[in-house]
C-alpha cells in the first residue's frame, strides 16, 4: 500500500473548499498539492489557507501533473463528466461529486472510459457514509429485518434555494431527490424497477413559476418485491429533516436526525429537546470525512470503492423516471428507459 | 340533559363485548339494557356477565322497545346498514361500527334515513380518539404547524388474520386502511381528491392467492393542496405500529407507539425499550372508552357527534379509490365517482 | 374463592372518594356497601354519587356490620392504627392508608393485633403498583441487573402543599420520602441499614419557619451491602417527577415518567416533548387500582396481601433515621433504634 | 493575536499522544515542536508520527527552548506540579493535565508560581467542554432553571483499572470522582461547602483489599445552599455512564450518554437502542479539541483560560473531605481545611 495519495482539487466553491479541507486536515495519507477554480481569486485563497502548494485556472495543469494520482471534481455539474473522462483518460483516480451528468450518454461515456482505463471512480453520495444511515445498512443487510419490505426516506431542507438555484438545478427529482434515489438503493439492496411521483408547490408559489415543485411524495417499487416511498420538502423550519426507516418480514430498524446535543429542558412550560442540525454541511459533517477516507484509502490499497460510477449512473435513471411520473399527473413509469 | 341514556347492544361478538364491558363499567350516564346476538348463548353470557337486564336473538326486540333511547350496532358488517335504518325510523341514536357498508348506495340509504329521523349517527373510528392522535390534531387544527403539506400515517397489524377473515374482508384498502383513511382525513382536515395505490403480497403467499395483497402504500393528494402517504403491513412482528405526522409550513408533530412501560433496560449486550402494544385492544382500549362516552354525551346533550355517517362514507369512498388504483398498476384514481 | 368482597370505606376525603370510586367502577369482585365520615354530608354525598346503600358518621357501624368482609380506612392520619386494631379485632381485612401512624409502638401494636386476628392487611404503598416501578422491581428481582449496586430515587411533587399541611405532617421524611423509602426496600429487594440525610429550605421560606425543609438529599446503605440515594424537593415547577433506576453488576434499568401523550411538536423555536402528569392522581391512577385488585384478591383467595403491615413499619423507622440524620446535620444514623 | 502557538509536548503516554495529535491535525494555531518522554521510543514515535521536528527524553530542553511558547504536562502526576512550576519559571504557558498534585501545598506553591510568571495556566478538565454538558452549564448560567437547587452527577466508568493502577491512583475520590467534583463546581456556579461520602467494595474485593472502594455516593451542600449528588462505580457493564441534572426553581435541564448512532431496531424479541459510547476517548474525544482549541486561543489572544489554576485546586480539596468522610464512615466533612 502506498503510504501518500497526491490528490488534485478542481473546483474551489462550497464542496471544494469543504473537500480540500477535510483532505488536508482530517485524511491521513491524503496530500492535497494543487487545487484549481476558474475564477483564480478563490484558487488561489485557498491554497493559500490550506499550504497548497499550487493553484491554476486551468483544470488541465492538474490532469497532466504525472506526480498528481487522483483528482476531486467539485466544479460544476456541466464539467463533471467531461472533466470525469479527461482525468480518466490521464489515469488518475476519480472522485466526482453528484450527479455526473443529467445526460444518460454521457454518464455512460464515462463509464466506458473509467472502466477502459481502471481508475478507481467513486460518486459523493455522502449520505450512505453517515453514522446512522450505514448502521441501519448494516444492520438490514445482516438480516436483522429479515426480507425487506417496506423503505421509507424522509428528506427535506430546511430552507429553500434562490430561485436562480432552483432554475439551474435540473428540478427537485434529479437535484434533491438524487440523494434519497441512491439511499434507497443502499438500504434496499435491490434495484428500482417503477415509480410513482406526486409534486406540489406549497412552500413558494416562485419555486412553481420556475416549472418545479417543493413538495413531493414518490413510491417506489423494487425489483425484489419490496415497496418504498420518500417524501421531500425544501423547507423544513425545525431545521434538515433527514430520516430512514427500513421494515421486513423479521423487524424494523429506523435512524433518526442529528441534534448539536443531548439535553433536555424542563420548564412551566414545556419539556425541550434540542432541533435536528441545520443543514447538510452541520449533519454530514462527519460523513464527508468518511467518504474520503474511503475514497482515498480503496486508491491505495487497490481495492473496489464504496460508491462507483454505476452507483452514479442509477439514481439519475430513477430520477429521469419520477419526472415523467410526476409530469403524467403521478402515473407509475418504469425505472431504466430512455427519456 | 338528560342523565342516563339507554341501550342496547346488537352484536355480542369481540367487539359487541367490548362497548357493552366499557359501557357498563367505564363510561358514566350509559346504561345497557340490553343485548342481543343471533348466537343465544353469546348474548345471554355477557348479559349475565354484566348484570344486563335482557338478552335477545332478535334484535328488532331492542329496535323495537319504547325504554331504549340508543343502540350500538356490533352485529357482522353486512348487517350495518339495514340495521341503522330500522333503528333510526324507530327513532334511536346509533353508533355503528365501521364500516357501514362497501355498498355506497346503501351508506346513501343510510344517511338519508339518519338525517330524515334526526338521531345522532356516530361511526366506529376509535383511533380519532387516542390520546397521540388527537392531540396531533388539535396541534393541527390549532395552526401549530402551519399549512398542512404532507401527512404520513403508519399503520402495520401485529400479525395476519386468518385466510377465511381475509377472503370475507373486501381487501386489506376496505378492511385495514380504511381506518388510516379516516385519520388522514381527520388530521388534515381536508377531503381526499386522489390517490395512487401500489400493493405487493409479502408476508404470506395465501394472502394473494385469496386475491389480496398484505402489504401496501397508497399516496394521496388532498382538496387543500397537501399530499399524504400511508404504509400498511398485514405483519409487523414487533407488535402493532400505528404513528402518524404531519408536516406543515411551520413545523411538524410526529405521535410514537405505546408501550407497557417507560423502562429502559442497559445490559453488556444491549439498550432495551418496550415493544409497542401488541394489537388495538391493547393499544386503544382508552380510545374506546372516550368515543363511547362522546357518544353518550352527544345523545345526552343533544349536540353534534364527533364522527358522523357523512365520516362512515368518505373513507369508503377512499378504499374504492385506493383499490381501483392498485388493480390499475397504481395509475392515480380520483375518489368520489362511483366504483 | 368468594366472588365477591363486601367493603366499608371509612373517610370520604379526597382518598376515600378515590378508593370507593375505583371500587365501584374498577374493581371485579369488590361490592362497597358503606361509606362513613365524621362529616355527614361528605359520606352522604359520596354514598349517593356511587349508590353505596349505607353511610354513617360513627365508623363502628361498619366495623360492626357482620356482612361486611373489609375496610378501607381513609381517615386522618391518627385514626389509622385505633381503627386497625378495632377492624382486626372485629375480624375484618384491612387496606390502611400510609403511614400506619408515626408512632412505632403504635404500629407494632397493629401488627401484633393484626397477626393475632389472622386478618388481611395491606398498606397503601400505591407507587409499588405502578407499571414502570414494577416492571423495574420485576427485573431486577430475575437477576436481570445482576447484584444491586445501586439504587436511586427522584420523588418531586410538582407544588408545595399549604403551610397548615406541613406544620401537621410530621415533616418531609415521614410525609413524603416514606414513599420513597418503601420504593428502595421494594426494588433493592433488601433492608435499609443506616442513612444519611441533607435537607435544605429552597422552594419557601414558610415551610422552614414550620420547622421542616423542603429540599432534601437522603444517602442509604442496605443491609446486602448497596447503596441507595433519594432526592426530593417540593416543587418541580414541570410537574411531577417519578422516576428510579437500579444499577448492578450486570446492567441497570430506568424508570422514565408518565406523560399525557406520545407527540412531539417541532417548529422553528423548539422541539417540544410533552411535561410530566402533574401529580399523584394523573400518574398513579391506574396503580391505584392495580393495588385495590390486589387487596381484594388476596381477601377473596387467602393470600397473602402484596404490601404487610411490617412493610407499613419498615419505612416509618427509615423515616425516623432520616430526621434524626438531618437533625445532626447529616451524621449517618441507624436504622432501627427508637428516636 | 499571534498566529501560532508553539507547544511542547511533556510526556508521550496514552493522554500525551492523544493531545499531540489533536494539536497537530485538529486545533489550527497550534504547532508542536518538540515532544519529550523519559521513555525515548514513546518519544520518537509520536514525533515521527505527527512530523514533530524535535524529540527529547529530557523535559527541561522544552522548558528551556526560548522558541516554544507553551506546553502541554501530560507526563505522571507526581511530576505535574514541579514540571508547572518550572515552566511557569520559564515564562511558558501551561497545560496541565489533571490532578495538578494530590499534595495541598504543592498546588498551592503551582498557583503562587503562576500567578508571579503571568502565564496562562489550564487544568485537564476535559468534560466541562463536552456538548452536552457545555450545554447545561450554559443553560443554567442564563437562568434556564432558576435558583439551582439540586445537582446530580452519574459517573461510571466501564470497567474497573488494573489493581496496580488502583494502587497508586490515591483513591477513587482524588482519580475519579475529581472529575465529577470539577462538574458540580461548573454546574452549580457555587463552591462545595461540605461532603458526606459513602463508599463500598462491589466490583472486585481486589479492590478493597488495594484500600479502596469500586463504589461510592457522595452527597455535597453547596455554599449558595444547593444540594447536591454524586453516584460512581468503577463497572457499569453497558459502557461509560456519564449523566448529569441540575434542577432548580423554574424548571431543569438534564444530559443523556453519547451513542455510537441514533437507530431503533425492533423485532420479535425486542426493541434496542445503541449502547453509551465505551469510555472516555470515544465519549470525549471532541471535547479534548474543544478545550485545546480553548488553551490555544487564551493564549494567542491573551485573555483567561477557561479553567485556570484555582480550578484545579479547588476539586482536590473537596476530594480530600470526600476521603475523610469516607473514613469517618459517612460523617460530613468540611471542604477546605488542610487533611
Not at 444511515?133 to 443487510?141: A, G, H, I
Not at 433518526?256 to 435536528?276: G, I
Request: charged letters at 25%; one cysteine or more; aromatic letters at 8%.
Amino acid at each position: 500500500m502506498n503510504e501518500t495519495l497526491r490528490i488534485g482539487v478542481i473546483g474551489a466553491g462550497r464542496i471544494g473548499k469543504l473537500h480540500a479541507n477535510n483532505l488536508v486536515n482530517s485524511v491521513p495519507g491524503a496530500r492535497v498539492t494543487a487545487v484549481s477554480d476558474v475564477y483564480e481569486p478563490a484558487a488561489k485563497e485557498l491554497a493559500e489557507k490550506l499550504g497548497i502548494p499550487a493553484w491554476y485556472t486551468d483544470h488541465r495543469k492538474i490532469i497532466e501533473d504525472p506526480d498528481i494520482d487522483a483528482v476531486f471534481i467539485c466544479s460544476s455539474t456541466d464539467t463533471h463528466s467531461p472533466v470525469s473522462i479527461e482525468a480518466a483518460r490521464a489515469g488518475k483516480h476519480i472522485f466526482c461529486e453528484k450527479p455526473i451528468d443529467h445526460d444518460l450518454a454521457k454518464i455512460e461515456k464515462v463509464l466506458e472510459e473509467v472502466n477502459r482505463a481502471g481508475v478507481k471512480y467513486q460518486v459523493g453520495f455522502n449520505r450512505r457514509f453517515d453514522r446512522n444511515f450505514s448502521r441501519v445498512q448494516e444492520v438490514v443487510k445482516g438480516g436483522g429485518v429479515g426480507d425487506v419490505h417496506i423503505v421509507k426516506v424522509t428528506s427535506r431542507d430546511p430552507a429553500a434555494p434562490p430561485i436562480s438555484y432552483v432554475k439551474a438545478s435540473g428540478g427537485i427529482f434529479v437535484d434533491m431527490t438524487i440523494h434519497d434515489f441512491d439511499m434507497v438503493r443502499f438500504l434496499s439492496g435491490s434495484e428500482v424497477e417503477e415509480v410513482s411521483a406526486y409534486g406540489a408547490c406549497l412552500v413558494d408559489p416562485a419555486i412553481g413559476e420556475a416549472g418545479d415543485v417543493d413538495t413531493c411524495i414518490i413510491t417506489l417499487r423494487f425489483k425484489n418485491g419490496a415497496l418504498g416511498v420518500i417524501d421531500n420538502s425544501r423547507q423544513a423550519v425545525y431545521g434538515y429533516d433527514q430520516r430512514v426507516e427500513v421494515f421486513g418480514s423479521k423487524g424494523m430498524i429506523t435512524a433518526d436526525n442529528e441534534t448539536a446535543n443531548n439535553t433536555t429542558w424542563y420548564t412551566a412550560e414545556s419539556v425541550q429537546k434540542e432541533k435536528p442540525l441545520w443543514f447538510f454541511l452541520e449533519r454530514y459533517n462527519e460523513a464527508f470525512i468518511t467518504e474520503e477516507k474511503a475514497f482515498v484509502k480503496a486508491c491505495l490499497t487497490d481495492t473496489d470503492t464504496p460508491v462507483g460510477a454505476f452507483d452514479g449512473l442509477q439514481p439519475v435513471l430513477i430520477a429521469i423516471a419520477a419526472k415523467k411520473s410526476y409530469e403524467l399527473g403521478g402515473a407509475p413509469v418504469k425505472v431504466g428507459g430512455r427519456a
